[in-house]
Every structure is written in structure tokens, then in C-alpha cells.
């Protein structure tokens, strides 16, 4: 595809398909190119560079967040708040690349900012002083990053081990996640776990991990705001 046929929202399109495919490390403009039948030349003449590439990605997919309407009344912030929590973790498992990009990228952009003054918005507006919103907010987005890292790290993990072509990479994780079951072992309390929950992987979350969390973060902030309001 020449240059002049190119645009920058193709070219985004593109390239959030191949980082869902490949993650960070299998995207290159080459790549990303070929997929769009046209030259790295065209690419960069369109988005500049890599990384300006992957910040424009990263904020068309903070755009497929639906930003939920507070229910009326004193708690209706905490449904709103629970709604977005979950549909950032949603996001952020589609797109596991996304949590990567964080610690090694700038994200901005419109579709970021729309969400970051929503969330302060609506802890504002629910009684938290400007501060507090700006810890509650902060407090919300790092829990749900945290929570999505660990599906981020296998599929990374996944495809190194794909990428190196020794072996099958299934077979390579199985393998390693036994050895890690065999160190967790000679201490009793992992052991018990690892025993009771015969399969599980060591060092996977629980079930309903999240929801537990989010909850229990959400009475946290509920309650701070009670004695507030008092």
C-alpha cells in the first residue's frame, strides 16, 4: 500500500492486531508493513517512530472503554467505580501488551485523559477532597494494572519460549512451573495449597482473586469517606 493510500488510523488498527498477536517484542515496522503491504518507509513517514507508534495504540484501546453512569444516590460513586475497575481489567486482558507498555512507554492520549478525569470526577463528586480523588483514582487503576500483570507475564513468557524454537513452549512452561512447585514445596503452608489445589500453578491468583480485591479496596475507600463525611 503506497504512502498516500496509508493512514495513521490503518496503521494503529494494524499494529494493535500484531501487538495482540506478538506482543511488544514482535512489533517492528517490517513486520507491521508487510502486514499492511506496504514499506517500514511508509509507516514511519506516517507515525515517526516506534514508540509514538505504541503510545497511539495504546490510547485507541483505552477508547473501547464504555465509561458507566453513577447510579443516583450517596454510593452510587462505588457501582461506577466497580464497573470501570472491571471493564480496565477486561481491556487490559485482551490487550496484555498494554500492562507491559506502561513500564517502558509514556501512555497519553485523548481517550487516556477522557478516562483519568472521569475517574477523578466521580470520587470527587461522590464527597472525596481533590487530594483524596487523586489517590482514590491512582489507588484503582495501579490495583487493576497489578491484577492483570500476571496474565501479561504467561503470554509473554509464552511467546519467548515459542520464539526460541527449542522444544514446544508449552511443554518448556509446564516444565518450569513443576520446578517452581518443587521449591515451593519445603515450605508447609505452600505446600498445603499446592496439595489441596492438585494442577494449580504456583504463584497463580486464586479464583475470584480480583473481585475479592476490588471489593475489599472499594470498603476502604467507602468507609474513608464515611468518617469524611462525618
Do not use: C
Request: hydrophobic share 45%.
Amino acid at each position: 500500500m503506497p504512502r498516500d493510500t496509508l493512514s495513521s488510523d490503518q496503521i494503529v488498527e494494524a499494529a494493535i492486531a500484531l501487538l495482540d498477536e506478538e506482543g511488544l517484542g514482535g512489533l517492528n515496522m517490517r513486520a507491521l508493513g508487510k502486514r499492511l503491504g506496504s514499506a517500514a518507509t511508509a509507516v514511519y513517514w506516517h507515525v515517526g517512530s516506534k514508540d509514538n507508534l505504541i503510545t497511539l495504540a495504546g490510547d485507541r484501546v483505552w477508547s473501547e472503554l464504555t465509561l458507566p453512569e453513577a447510579p443516583a444516590g450517596p454510593d452510587g460513586w462505588r457501582a461506577a467505580a466497580e464497573a470501570l475497575a472491571v471493564g480496565v481489567h477486561a481491556m487490559l486482558t485482551r490487550h496484555p501488551w498494554l500492562v507491559q507498555a506502561f513500564g517502558a512507554h509514556l501512555m497519553f492520549g485523548p481517550a487516556k485523559a477522557r478516562h483519568d478525569d472521569y475517574i477523578l470526577a466521580l470520587h470527587e463528586n461522590a464527597g472525596f477532597t481533590p487530594a483524596e480523588a487523586d489517590q482514590a483514582s491512582a489507588a484503582l487503576l495501579t490495583f487493576v494494572l497489578g491484577n492483570a500483570l500476571g496474565p501479561a507475564a504467561q503470554a509473554a513468557l509464552t511467546r519467548k519460549l515459542a520464539r526460541e524454537g527449542d522444544g514446544d513452549a508449552e511443554a518448556r512452561l509446564a516444565e518450569g512451573m513443576a520446578q517452581a512447585r518443587e521449591v515451593a514445596s519445603v515450605h508447609p503452608r505452600l505446600r498445603a495449597r499446592l496439595e489441596a489445589e492438585s494442577g494449580t500453578d504456583y504463584g497463580a491468583a486464586p479464583q475470584d482473586t480480583f473481585t475479592f480485591g476490588l471489593h475489599a479496596l472499594l470498603d476502604g475507600l467507602a468507609a474513608r469517606l464515611a468518617t469524611t463525611r462525618r
